[in-house]
C-alpha cells in the first residue's frame, strides 16, 4: 500500500501563506463603515446609563461607550458615530438588513438568536438579569406575591416569553400590559396603568433613576427570573467585523486586568510588559491581524477607558442607577469578566 507522505515544511509554509492572504482581506462592514465616514450603532430608545441621549441629541451610556470605542478602532475618532434608536421589535431587522453596522442595544444572547436570524453575539458586556419592579406602596416583597398582576412588558423580548414561563412555573396569574415603544411603556408604568414592570435589571434600575417622580418609591423585587447575558451583535456574513467587535470587549477588559486607563495609556507606551506591548501596539502584530493599524486598542482605551471606568462612569454606585459590579467584576475578582490572550 503507498503510504500518503507528510506535507513537507514548504507545503506547509505555502498553505499557512495562503490563509494568511486569505485572511488579510477586511471585511465589508469595515469598507462600508470607512467609505462613509462613519459607525451606524443601534441603541436603546432611552434607557440611563445604557444609552440616553441628553436635551441636545448627544448620546451615553455603557452601550454608548461600546459604539464610541468601534469608531476609536476603526475611524480613529470615538466621535464618528450615528445612533439609531430602536424597540425590541426593530433592532434584529435593522441588523440583518444593513441599516446599522452594529446593535449595541442591551440585547440578551440566547441559541434562537445566535443560531437562527442570520445575525451572531460577539462578546458580554453586561451579566444581567431579568427582574420585577414595582411601586413600594404595594407592599411586596417578593415575585410571588404577585398573583394577579397587571404586568408591563415590551413585545418581541425575551422578557415576554420568560413572563409566561414563571408565571406558569409558579402556578400564578397575570393580565399582560403589552407596549412596544419603550418610553410609552414606562410611562404606562409610572402612571399606574400596570402594578409591574418587567425587563433586564440594569434597564429597570435605569428607568427607575430616568423616569420616576421619587425613585425611592420603586422597588425592584430580589427575584431574576433568568440569566440574561448582554452583547453586542453582527451580521453573521462578515467574520472580520464580527471579530473587531468581540475582541474591541476583550480590549477594554483586558486594560482593566493590566492597570491601563484612560488616564496613564500614554505612560503605559513605554512599558516592558509583553502582554502591555502587544496590545497596545508597540510591538506590531495584533492590528494586522483584524487588518486594522497596530494602535487601535491604544484609541479605543484613550477614548473610553477600560471596563472598570466605563462601569463606574455609566451605572457605578457614583451613578443614579447604583448598581454594584457582581457578576461584571473581573475574573480574579469574583466575577465573570475574563479577556483572551492578546498574542
Same mark, same amino acid.
Given at each position: 500500500?503507498?503510504?500518503?507522505?507528510?506535507?513537507?515544511?514548504?507545503?506547509?509554509?505555502?498553505?499557512?501563506? /495562503?490563509?494568511?492572504?486569505?485572511?488579510?482581506?477586511? +471585511?465589508?462592514?469595515?469598507?462600508?463603515?470607512?467609505?462613509?465616514?462613519?459607525?451606524?450603532?443601534?441603541?436603546?430608545?432611552?434607557?440611563?446609563?445604557?444609552?440616553?441621549?441628553?436635551?441636545?441629541?448627544?448620546?451615553?451610556?455603557?452601550?454608548?461607550?461600546?459604539?464610541?470605542?468601534?469608531?476609536?478602532?476603526?475611524?480613529?475618532?470615538?466621535?464618528?458615530?450615528?445612533?439609531?434608536?430602536?424597540?425590541?421589535?426593530?433592532?434584529?431587522?435593522?441588523?440583518?438588513?444593513?441599516?446599522?453596522?452594529?446593535?449595541?442595544?442591551?440585547?440578551?444572547?440566547?441559541?434562537?438568536?445566535?443560531?437562527?436570524?442570520?445575525?451572531?453575539?460577539?462578546?458580554?458586556?453586561?451579566?444581567?438579569?431579568?427582574?420585577?419592579?414595582?411601586?413600594?406602596?404595594?407592599?411586596?416583597?417578593?415575585?410571588?406575591?404577585?398573583?394577579?398582576?397587571?404586568?408591563?412588558?415590551?413585545?418581541?423580548?425575551?422578557?415576554?416569553?420568560?413572563?409566561?414561563?414563571?408565571?406558569?412555573?409558579?402556578?400564578?396569574?397575570?393580565?399582560?400590559?403589552?407596549?412596544?415603544?419603550?418610553?410609552?411603556?414606562?410611562?404606562?408604568?409610572?402612571?399606574?396603568?400596570?402594578?409591574?414592570?418587567?425587563?433586564?435589571?440594569?434597564?429597570?434600575?435605569?428607568?427607575?433613576?430616568?423616569?420616576?417622580?421619587?425613585?425611592?418609591?420603586?422597588?425592584?423585587?430580589?427575584?431574576?427570573?433568568?440569566?440574561?447575558?448582554?452583547?453586542?451583535?453582527?451580521?453573521?456574513?462578515?467574520?472580520?467585523?464580527?471579530?473587531?467587535?468581540?475582541?474591541?470587549?476583550?480590549?477594554?477588559?483586558?486594560?482593566?486586568?493590566?492597570?491601563?486607563?484612560?488616564? %496613564?495609556?500614554?505612560?503605559?507606551?513605554?512599558?516592558?510588559?509583553?502582554?502591555?506591548?502587544?496590545?497596545? +501596539? =508597540?510591538?506590531?502584530?495584533?492590528?494586522?491581524?483584524?487588518?486594522?493599524?497596530?494602535?487601535?486598542?491604544?484609541? =479605543?482605551?484613550?477614548?473610553?477607558?477600560?471596563?472598570?471606568?466605563?462601569?463606574?462612569? %455609566?451605572?457605578?454606585?457614583?451613578?443614579?442607577?447604583?448598581?454594584?459590579?457582581? /457578576?461584571?467584576?473581573?475574573?480574579?475578582?469574583?466575577?465573570?469578566?475574563?479577556?483572551?490572550?492578546?498574542?
Amino acid at each position: 500500500m503507498t503510504k500518503t507522505p507528510f506535507p513537507t515544511l514548504r507545503a506547509l509554509a505555502a498553505l499557512f501563506g /495562503l490563509c494568511a492572504a486569505l485572511g488579510a482581506q477586511a +471585511g465589508p462592514t469595515v469598507d462600508a463603515i470607512k467609505a462613509r465616514g462613519q459607525l451606524v450603532c443601534g441603541v436603546s430608545q432611552g434607557s440611563a446609563g445604557l444609552s440616553l441621549p441628553d436635551s441636545q441629541g448627544r448620546w451615553s451610556g455603557l452601550d454608548v461607550d461600546f459604539c464610541k470605542a468601534l469608531a476609536a478602532a476603526t475611524l480613529g475618532a470615538p466621535d464618528k458615530v450615528r445612533y439609531v434608536p430602536l424597540s425590541s421589535q426593530q433592532r434584529f431587522p435593522a441588523l440583518v438588513s444593513g441599516e446599522i453596522d452594529v446593535l449595541n442595544r442591551n440585547t440578551t444572547v440566547t441559541s434562537g438568536r445566535d443560531a437562527g436570524l442570520g445575525i451572531s453575539a460577539t462578546a458580554i458586556v453586561f451579566y444581567d438579569g431579568q427582574g420585577f419592579l414595582v411601586p413600594r406602596k404595594l407592599g411586596v416583597r417578593s415575585a410571588r406575591e404577585l398573583d394577579g398582576a397587571q404586568v408591563c412588558v415590551q413585545p418581541g423580548t425575551n422578557n415576554e416569553q420568560n413572563l409566561v414561563d414563571w408565571f406558569t412555573t409558579h402556578k400564578l396569574k397575570y393580565r399582560p400590559v403589552v407596549i412596544e415603544n419603550l418610553v410609552e411603556l414606562e410611562k404606562a408604568f409610572y402612571a399606574g396603568r400596570c402594578d409591574v414592570y418587567l425587563s433586564d435589571a440594569s434597564t429597570l434600575a435605569a428607568s427607575r433613576s430616568a423616569r420616576a417622580g421619587n425613585p425611592d418609591d420603586f422597588v425592584i423585587l430580589p427575584e431574576r427570573i433568568n440569566k440574561s447575558p448582554l452583547s453586542p451583535w453582527v451580521r453573521e456574513a462578515d467574520a472580520n467585523w464580527a471579530s473587531i467587535v468581540r475582541w474591541t470587549v476583550h480590549a477594554v477588559v483586558a486594560a482593566e486586568e493590566l492597570g491601563i486607563t484612560s488616564a %496613564n495609556v500614554d505612560t503605559f507606551l513605554a512599558s516592558k510588559d509583553p502582554q502591555v506591548r502587544r496590545l497596545l +501596539g =508597540v510591538d506590531p502584530g495584533i492590528g494586522k491581524s483584524f487588518q486594522l493599524d497596530e494602535r487601535w486598542v491604544y484609541r =479605543v482605551i484613550k477614548a473610553v477607558g477600560n471596563y472598570g471606568e466605563i462601569w463606574d462612569r %455609566n451605572v457605578g454606585p457614583k451613578t443614579p442607577l447604583k448598581l454594584d459590579r457582581g /457578576l461584571n467584576a473581573l475574573w480574579n475578582q469574583g466575577g465573570l469578566l475574563y479577556a483572551p490572550p492578546f498574542q
